[in-house]
């Protein structure tokens, strides 16, 4: 069983460029997310969905988008990439509130 | 807003002390979940531990053992008999009513468990 599945796992970005962060489940959960994790600050909600079709800001949500067009895909999308965004992203899933969340390996992304 | 304080940021042990990792948390739902995290150097998240707030019972699993007190907000963690494996960065976390499950994390534990 996979779980949550990431790609790619590391990226270098020059300023300005754009990627997509994939994020896959196959666990058939309604609930995803992206979370970033940066050095001594736990981790923190970018974007958050509740179910295909439906995608809602979290508490980091600039510079980011989303969508979720199916339940098992949730990918992120940087525009113009900043160094403020260099960080460690994870993205996960669950079933439902109150239930434990499943996260992905991580994506450790650099912005030069 | 909910708000949750790991204040130790380090903690070093020698192997088989026992150990205490704080967490305190701010809400104002009366209904939530709290969660422990554990994140080892290989960087992925593992889940430990779910408790809802109706539920004070303190929990035990092998070396690892939770306090939960609504009276003082806090959902402790002890390892007994900490071994080099434990050595981790862990995560207390809170997900309050709202919708979507979101977890508000703690800033995390780094245990450091040494020979």
């Known amino acids: 069983n996979a779980g949550v599945t990431q790609t790619p796992k590391f990226r270098i970005l020059k300023i300005g460029q754009s990627m997509t962060l994939q994020c896959t489940q196959d666990m058939n959960h309604n609930y995803m997310y992206w979370y970033r994790q940066d050095p001594g600050m736990g981790l923190k909600l970018i974007y958050y969905?509740?179910?295909?079709?439906?995608?809602d800001k979290g508490e980091v949500p600039n510079g980011y988008n989303v969508s979720r067009s199916t339940t098992e895909d949730f990918p992120l999308r940087l525009e113009l990439a900043a160094p403020s965004q260099t960080s460690v992203y994870f993205c996960?899933?669950?079933?439902?509130?109150?239930?434990?969340?499943?996260f992905g390996q991580g994506t450790r992304l650099t912005v030069v | 807003a909910q708000k949750v304080t790991q204040a130790q940021t380090e903690i070093s042990v020698v192997e088989k002390e026992d150990v205490t990792l704080d967490c305190v948390y701010e809400?104002?739902?009366?209904?939530?979940?709290l969660f422990w995290y554990k994140q080892p150097p290989s960087g992925e998240l593992v889940f430990l531990i779910r408790r809802n707030s109706f539920d004070e019972q303190n929990e035990i699993s092998g070396r690892y053992s939770w306090n939960f007190q609504k009276s003082t907000s806090s959902f402790n963690f002890t390892i007994t008999a900490s071994q080099v494996v434990d050595s981790a960065v862990y995560f207390c976390?809170?997900?309050?009513?709202?919708?979507?499950?979101?977890?508000?994390f703690g800033t995390g534990t780094q245990l450091k468990v040494e020979l």
């Open positions: 969905s509740v179910g295909a079709g439906i995608t």
């Open positions: 809400t104002r739902d009366t209904t939530y979940y």
């Open positions: 976390a809170l997900s309050a009513t709202g919708g979507g499950n979101k977890l508000t």
């Open positions: 996960a899933s669950s079933a439902g509130w109150g239930t434990e969340a499943f």
